[in-house]
């Protein structure tokens, strides 16, 4: 069982940045792949970022390319996403998730553990 709690987030101008944490429970944190995903109001969940567990793997979705950077401490089982030059579009509660296993994946469906949530919201 892994427990995630997510923080970090807030109301920011377009081009600031913040930076999400997810502190994991457990002893086994290197044991799962973790995972960034966003939903903003009316639209599905989707894949943001994630890293394996050495964090030399990482996935992006294609609009957060070069903006956004996933990484993970696991000294202190805490997974981060810097989050750069946002845009209103970035506007969305955004959930940290884990995967066990090595290979990174990008679909929900893929993740058992998921976060409370933490919401971002990006103004013009």
């Known amino acids: 069982q892994v427990q995630l709690v997510e923080s970090g987030g807030g109301s920011v101008q377009a081009g600031d940045s913040l930076r999400l944490s997810c502190a994991a429970s457990?002893?086994?944190?290197?044991?799962?792949?973790m995972g960034w995903f966003r939903q903003a109001p009316g639209k599905e969940r989707e894949f943001v970022a994630a890293i394996n567990w050495s964090g030399l793997s990482t996935e992006y979705v294609d609009s957060v390319k070069g903006r956004f950077t996933i990484s993970r401490d696991n000294a202190k089982n805490t997974v981060y996403l810097q989050m750069n030059s946002l845009k209103p579009e970035d506007t969305a509660v955004y959930y940290c998730?884990?995967?066990?296993?090595?290979?990174?994946?990008?679909?929900?469906?893929?993740?058992?553990?998921w976060g409370q949530g933490t919401q971002v919201t990006v103004s013009s």
């Open positions: 998730a884990a995967s066990r296993g090595i290979v990174v994946v990008t679909t929900t469906l893929k993740y058992s553990y």
């Open positions: 457990g002893r086994t944190f290197t044991s799962y792949v």
